[in-house]
């Protein structure tokens, strides 16, 4: 199992990126999505999860209302939507893959990509 994550950059406040998150793996419709971010100098936190159905999406309390998460299981891509930057928002965003719902917790994730940093200027 292979995760790539892309689309990080710098950014100024308010505004918005997205980032993709591209699987390699064949059963990728049997597993969970989660994307978590570490900002320097603090612990690894869970922004959002979808679950194998990408019908059901959950959310860290600080991303809430502003980040989406969604998924496009044909194309075993993942994305997640980041709008109302905040320079809080700064870290290295990762994706992984899980089997276990609902997964707030990394310990509940299997796989894990690279990370993709976002930079969010004031």
């Known amino acids: 199992v292979q995760l790539q994550a892309s689309g990080g950059g710098l950014v100024q406040a308010g505004g918005s990126l997205r980032l993709s998150c591209a699987a390699t793996v064949s059963t990728f419709t049997t597993y969970a999505m989660g994307w978590f971010r570490r900002a320097p100098g603090k612990e690894r936190e869970f922004v959002a999860a979808?679950?194998?159905?990408?019908?059901?999406?959950i959310y860290g309390d600080a991303v809430k209302g502003r980040f989406t998460i969604s998924r496009d299981s044909a194309k075993n891509l993942a994305y997640l939507q980041m709008n109302s930057l905040k320079p809080e928002d700064t870290a290295a965003y990762y994706c992984a893959l899980g089997t276990k719902w609902p997964a707030y917790d990394s310990v509940d994730y299997d796989h894990w990509g690279r990370g993709t940093l976002v930079t969010v200027s004031s």
């Open positions: 979808i679950r194998y159905t990408g019908r059901t999406t």
